[in-house]
């Protein structure tokens, strides 16, 4: 059973602190690791992609992958109100684009 | 340059309708992917599709549930006797071959 695991949240941090978002997956062979967010009611829009150990920079925003664990993260810095979102992780097994989600991380940034 | 487009956003269906949901993909893009989103979980991968062809049905329920992406227009996922078990939204999303895939904004769909 290939599954992704996140916790579902809420969690909780103040204005300006660093969020970080947690994801474990089943399937040894993943090759390609997304992070989505979603906005309640909206559709789940690309913030980060990650295909190689280690972390990846964008902005505010840094995924992190660790293959050998199969753990992948995600650092949200200097957080914002508007950041608070739920937070899908989306692994790809490998060949097509056949996305398995997890449930999500709610993430609530109060001022 | 359009996004991934859907239509209807909303549909309402009484049970035992059917439902035809719209997908355009981006320019480009000749993939596409059907999700379907329950309450409060996450999304379920359904249907990948090229065009003119069925790659991967493996999360489309066995009955009712059908997709197809014609030559020429939109991907339709279409649903036949919808119960209220169906109620949910459903997102399309595109790419271009195996890269990142982009998503459309969804249809909610209510049976009443």
């Known amino acids: 059973q290939k599954e992704v695991e996140q916790n579902s949240g809420p969690l909780s941090v103040p204005e300006g602190a660093i969020a970080s978002l947690n994801c474990t997956y089943s399937d040894r062979v993943s090759q390609s690791f997304f992070w989505y967010r979603q906005y309640s009611g909206k559709s789940p829009e690309l913030i980060m992609s990650i295909y190689s150990n280690g972390d990846k920079e964008d902005g505010r925003f840094t995924a992190q992958l660790n293959k050998a664990s199969q753990y992948v993260s995600l650092l949200i810095r200097d957080s914002q109100p508007s950041d608070s979102a739920t937070y899908l992780c989306a692994v790809n097994p490998g060949g097509y684009n056949k996305l398995i989600f997890g449930a999500g991380t709610r993430l609530a940034v109060h001022p | 340059n359009a996004g991934v487009m859907q239509n209807p956003r909303h549909l309402v269906r009484r049970r035992g309708q059917e439902a035809r949901l719209r997908c355009s993909p981006m320019?480009?893009?000749?993939?596409v992917y059907w999700y379907r989103q329950l309450p409060e979980e996450g999304l379920k991968f359904m249907v990948y599709l090229q065009k003119e062809n069925i790659i991967d049905e493996s999360g489309m329920p066995k009955e009712r549930f059908s997709a197809e992406f014609p030559k020429e227009g939109p991907s339709i996922l279409r649903i036949q006797q919808v119960v209220r078990g169906d109620s949910a939204a459903y997102f399309c999303a595109s790419s271009p071959e195996n890269t990142e895939a982009f998503f459309g904004q969804g249809t909610r769909l209510t049976v009443v």
């Open positions: 320019k480009g893009h000749s993939h």
